[in-house]
């Protein structure tokens, strides 16, 4: 099983800075793609951003140039900056990461817990 435990969050004021992050432990051969999705109240659950594991990243149009996605391999962790908050970003959000149990095991994802983000003056 693979654990991923989520940090940061929390109340800020429009226009200031969050980081998250979200460590990945437990048994796994590779991590081939980590998420970032949100879920705001009266809205769907839509991806935030995503890296693959050769550093690709995407980005949701009404974030880029606010937010960066990137990870720290040698840790399993993954990190979303975000700048300029807004309070439209207010929502939880959620750490999604794919792994392969092994080289010729299927991807297999896992969820960790919610992190609120609350964005207001």
């Known amino acids: 099983q693979v654990h991923l435990l989520v940090s940061g969050g929390g109340l800020v004021q429009p226009g200031g800075s969050l980081r998250l992050s979200c460590a990945a432990s437990g048994r796994f051969f590779a991590i081939t793609a980590m998420r970032w999705y949100r879920h705001a109240r009266g809205a769907q659950r839509d991806l935030v951003a995503a890296i693959s594991s050769g550093d690709g990243t995407t980005y949701v149009d009404s974030v880029k140039g606010r937010f960066t996605v990137w990870k720290d391999d040698a840790k399993n962790t993954l990190y979303l900056q975000m700048t300029s908050l807004q309070p439209d970003d207010t929502a939880v959000y959620f750490c999604?990461?794919?792994?392969?149990?092994?080289?010729?095991?299927?991807?297999?994802?896992?969820w960790g817990q919610g992190a609120q983000v609350t964005v207001s003056s």
């Open positions: 999604n990461v794919e792994v392969h149990a092994s080289l010729t095991t299927g991807a297999r994802q896992y």
